[in-house]
């Protein structure tokens, strides 16, 4: 019987790290393609729309997730110039607050969200409810009230009670909800994999398999109180190309050609989801909007003309892609430590004053991160080390491998690229440590956009 109680990741005999990972001629030098576009070194110091890491530390206090303000919005302008006939939901759950809220609205994007308080968020930030698509595989009655009393543009229905819930809400408000089916295709994509079964084994949507979608749409079709406006589909994270895409869009288009076969409705919509891919580290290669969206479109288009039916407006909802780039995690060092392992090769371990609460993707996906020190140039020798948290876990992890320079020591600050998305929005309060703030920069002016939650805060909720 073998336990594991004590944390996954226990080195392997003479680990030098992962193949992906080389050892870089100069570990003060940035991989630009992992960091926001404003970010460079001046001096050694991390830079960021001609912010001073150092000063944001100063100012800020550290951990800190830093928002290239700039840098997302570019990203929200790129996915709606790379797919300009579409519409763009940005996924909230990715990161939300008000001020990315606005700056959605401002580049003239749609905001997906998929809760009460991620609608709330939207509607503090005086989003355009017409713009609003509300996802959730279960929607209170209380959540579905609210979305229809503020004018939710489209709720994307995710179980048959939500359709009652929905029949009994219309009724009462006297309204009519535009509303998708999410349907789920069989198809799991991820990176360059996809895997495609003829069933899901997943909470989410109405299966193809066995009829659940159209039996939906029948049943929608049926309510008054309910427009259909068309089909939805997602299906998965971090997906660096179109191929899962690709049989996800001729399961969905055919259940799309079916409607029109069985009940003579013409859907005006469909929606594909979101799941775009960024790089977090060297072995990343994800695709550009534009590769995507001309990928996309191309199948979209084929597979309607091969069906022959006209083809539906389209929507996507990218999160990670938009958010995930845009911002990296300040650190600073508060220990280190070099443990040797078999073959005579040591780990440095370098704990910062963050960790899993602020970023839980490496100890529940066991995600990989890249980091640079931000605080300074150095010459001594790279080392491979891992950047672990100050949380009582041995799986606290923030960076599994990368090479930092040998003198890397209390006090310096680390920056880890890649923490706009799935980070702030995932934080937690283990071991009670107060959650991290979010500093937008632009053109030289740093500003908190969510503050940084205090102790004061933590104990206002403890009634004792
Ligand atoms: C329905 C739906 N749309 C969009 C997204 C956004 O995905 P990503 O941030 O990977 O683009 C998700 C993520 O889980 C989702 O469930």
């Known amino acids: 019987m073998r336990s594991h109680e004590a944390g996954a990741v226990h080195a ?66 790129a996915f709606k110039e790379a797919f300009p006939a579409a519409d763009v939901y940005y996924a909230g759950k990715a990161f939300l607050c008000v001020a990315t809220a606005r700056w959605v609205a401002d580049e003239g994007l749609s905001l997906d969200v998929c809760t009460g308080g991620e609608l709330a968020v939207a509607l503090k930030a005086e989003f355009p409810a017409a713009r609003i698509g509300m996802h959730g ?24 009670e939500e359709i009652a819930r929905l029949r009994e809400l219309t009724a009462e408000l006297g309204v009519t909800a535009s509303v998708l089916i999410r349907v789920t295709v069989g198809v799991e994509a991820h990176t360059h994999e996809y ?27 049926a309510e008054p109180g309910l427009e259909l406006r068309g089909l939805h589909s997602h299906i998965g994270s971090q997906i660096f190309v179109t191929d899962g895409f690709d049989v996800a869009a001729r399961r969905i288009l055919g259940v799309h050609a079916e409607v029109e076969k069985v009940f003579g409705v013409v859907l005006p919509e469909l929606d594909l989801g979101g799941g775009f891919g960024i790089a977090y580290t060297t072995q990343d290669d994800p695709s550009t909007p534009a590769d995507l969206a001309s990928g996309m479109l191309k199948i979209v288009n084929d597979e309607c003309a091969a069906l022959g039916v006209r083809v539906p407006h389209l929507s996507i909802e990218p999160g990670r892609a938009i958010a995930g780039p845009s911002t990296f995690t300040l650190y600073e060092v ?44 150095s010459d001594a020798p790279a080392v491979l080390s891992r950047v672990v948290g100050k ?6 992890i ?6 930092l320079p040998d003198d890397v020591a209390a006090g310096d600050l680390l920056a880890v690229p890649g923490t706009g998305a799935y980070c702030r929005s995932l934080a937690s309060n283990y071991n009670h440590v107060p959650r991290a703030a979010v500093v937008a920069v632009r053109e ?21």
């Open 398 to 403: 923030v960076v599994k491998d990368e090479f």
């Open 137 to 160: 595989n279960n929607k209170s009655v209380a959540e579905l009230r609210r979305a229809l009393e503020v004018g939710v543009g489209r709720i994307i229905i995710d179980s048959v």
């Open 12 to 77: 392997r005999a003479g680990d030098r790290g992962p193949t992906w990972l080389r050892t870089p001629e100069d570990p003060n030098e940035l991989v630009s393609h992992l960091w926001a576009s404003s970010v460079s070194k001046v001096d050694g110091v991390l830079t960021v729309a001609g912010e001073s890491a150092i000063d944001l530390a100063e100012e800020f206090g550290t951990p800190t997730y830093v928002v290239d303000e700039d840098d997302f919005r570019r990203r929200a302008r």
């Open 334 to 377: 508060g220990t280190t430590k070099s443990v040797s392992l078999d073959g005579g090769v040591f780990r440095r371990y370098v704990s910062v004053d963050g960790g899993m609460s602020d970023n839980i993707r490496p100890a529940l996906y066991g995600a990989d991160y890249s980091c640079t020190l931000a605080s300074r140039t």
């Open 195 to 221: 895997i495609s079964t003829s069933h899901e084994d997943q909470k989410f949507g109405f299966s193809i398999a066995g009829g659940d979608a159209l039996d939906a749409v029948r049943r929608v079709l």
């Open 391 to 396: 949380h009582c876990e041995s799986g606290d």
């Open 444 to 464: 030289g002016e740093a500003r908190v956009i969510v503050r940084r939650e205090t102790e004061d805060d933590l104990l206002a909720l403890d009634i004792g």
